[in-house]
Structures are given as C-alpha cells and as structure tokens.
C-alpha cells in the first residue's frame, strides 16, 4: 500500500515539476542565460551545475536517454550513463545550457575522453620529490 502510495505522490510531482519548468514558472530562458553568462564573466560556472533549473534538466535528460551513454551506444556498447554532457560547451553557447538538442548522457568514461582538458595528470617534472636525494 506505502508503495502504490509513494509511487502516486512521486508521479504528481514529476508532472507538477515539469509543467512549472515548461510553462516558464520557474525561471525564464533570457534571464537564465544572463546568469549564465554572468556566472561565466566572474569564473563562478560550476554555481549552475548547483542551480534547480540543471538539476531538473539533468534528470530529465538521463531519463530520456534511458541512464544509457550516448557514445558507448552509437559505437554498439552499452554503460550506464552518469553525467549529462553539453555537446557545445556551455562557456562558448551559455543560451544552449538547459537546451534538449545540446545535451546528452554520458558514462564517466566517454564524459573524460570528451574533455581531456579537465583530467588531472602529473607529469614526471611536476612531481614534488618527497625527500631529497642523496648519491
């Protein structure tokens, strides 16, 4: 019974949260991407990763994808998607940030090899020595 309850109630608030982002109830397109590219101005991009509005569409765009990685898919594999990825980076096109045709679901593997840029990699010269020789 708790189950075909919470199933219900979990049902409405999906539909009450979409209609309220659809209908433009939370926050409008124009003053998203203003933020946006204010968020951007002052080096503060991940502030919208923390945003409702991403969350929301983060969701709504694994759910479409079916939690399946978009690569692994069209090169024939299947993983699981955990990130959701902007195909135009969202620094170069912020009016495209929540928008359905620049987004798709990624595992962590594919998401990495889409931006090498962001892995951390230690190079030999950069490695702090722990202790100093001593030959």
Known sequence: MIGVLSGILFRWLNI???????????????MTTEEIIKLI???KIKKFYK?????RKRRQILERDNYECQRCKRDGGYSRA?????????EQFPELALADENLESLCGVCHNIEHPEKLKRLEV???????PERW
């Open 16 to 30: 009450i949260d979409y209609a309220l982002f659809y209908s433009g109830g939370i926050i409008g397109d124009d």
């Open 41 to 43: 101005n002052a080096g």
């Open 51 to 55: 945003r409702k509005e991403w969350k």
């Open 82 to 90: 955990t990130t959701v990825h902007h195909i135009k980076h969202l």
């Open 125 to 131: 010269e950069q490695r702090k020595q722990i202790t």
